[in-house]
């Protein structure tokens, strides 16, 4: 997914990228213009690629005329992969009460889309459910590497995906460039002691094409140089030693040092009686303060958790704090959180 960029720059590198040998190209109708990009620089090679994209539609009146404006946008009449979009649990409960699934048949049968799928950010017990209930999903796109392993659906999920022979695609190999940009001295003293060296960005491609469970790694390129690496790295094969593996189990380690609070993710203050989303206020936070990087978690933060449901909701009932395993005074750490993101996404 390339944005942000000019139109004629995005039209350069997805042409270089195709002469270069990539086929498979992801976008979304959210991705600012991403889709009308993708098709002036593609619809002469059509044939030869594979077209992901997405649609976010969350009222019945939007299912067609979204994906129809899909087809315009990328100058095609049909879409090779197509993805509900970013799925969480009220989402999903939303489109399937819509008969969103009676859609994607009819997706299918008029030939407009040849396999379907979804994108998501939830948890595993959850993502399961969600593939339980349609027998005709093909892949998945889930965020994935080192670091969250344990995040959203992480390594179970992508377990599960594989035992049903369903396609696993991964986002945010790079946690949005936080991987590969300004490294902690920490980090890269771990880095240096590998018997293999290799860059921020090999270490985190490579983890996730080591593993069997993963089909497809999507990483954003918006330079011509960020596309010769990505290919060059993909290009060369390279496996992961066991000694190397651990090194990165200490790098990731090592990144949750920094983290703003010791919650475990446990559960047990759930539900709050007032709504809040104590987990996931409390994870985005931590992450920021992991990586460094108030921005990209505050994206998660607020597209993710619902209005109601964030940290300045909580009303200080304090009725939560006897269930925590870490003895956390968490509404004192949910008005840490409100102070850290604020009430509104203006962080760009």
Not at 316 to 328: G, H
Request: glycine letters at 4%; hydrophobic letters at 35%; aromatic letters at 10%.
């Amino acid at each position: 997914p390339i944005q942000r960029i000019s139109q004629a720059d995005a039209v350069y590198l997805l042409q270089k990228a195709f002469d270069s040998g990539i086929n498979y190209y992801d976008t979304a109708r959210w991705y600012t213009d991403s889709e009308e990009k993708m098709g002036i620089a593609l619809a002469h090679v059509r044939d030869k690629i594979i077209i992901s994209t997405k649609t976010g539609a969350t009222e019945a009146t939007q299912f067609w005329s979204d994906l129809e404006t899909s087809l315009t946008n990328l100058k095609t009449d049909y879409i090779d992969i197509y993805l509900l979009h970013s799925l969480t649990v009220p989402d999903w409960t939303k489109v399937r009460d819509l008969d969103v699934l009676d859609f994607l048949d009819d997706c299918l049968s008029s030939g407009k889309v040849k396999h379907v799928g979804f994108s998501s950010h939830i948890e595993v017990d959850y993502l399961i459910e969600i593939l339980d209930e349609y027998p005709k999903w093909e892949v998945v796109l889930t965020q994935m590497n080192y670091l969250d392993e344990y995040y959203q659906s992480g390594i179970m999920g992508l377990e599960y995906l594989r035992d049903l022979n369903i396609g696993s695609m991964i986002m945010e190999p790079l946690r949005g460039g936080r991987l590969v940009n300004n490294i902690p001295a920490e980090v890269q003293k771990l880095w240096d002691m590998a018997e293999v060296k290799r860059t921020p960005v090999e270490w985190a491609l490579q983890y996730l094409w080591n593993r069997d469970d993963v089909d497809c790694v999507l990483s954003g390129m918006t330079s011509l140089e960020q596309v010769k690496d990505n290919i060059r790295i993909a290009s060369t094969e390279d496996i992961i030693s066991e000694n190397d593996q651990e090194l990165i189990r200490e790098v990731a380690r090592t990144y949750r040092t920094f983290l703003g609070n010791q919650c475990t993710r446990c559960g047990y203050c759930m539900p709050c009686p007032h709504g809040v989303d104590i987990i996931n206020c409390l994870s985005e936070y931590n992450i920021a303060h992991m990586m460094n990087d108030p921005k990209a978690s505050a994206m998660q933060y607020f597209s993710l958790i619902d209005d109601d449901s964030r940290a300045d909701s909580c009303i200080d009932c304090k009725e939560c704090i006897p269930f925590c395993t870490q003895m956390l005074d968490i509404p004192k750490e949910l008005q840490k959180v409100y102070e850290y993101f604020g009430s509104e996404f203006d962080h760009f």
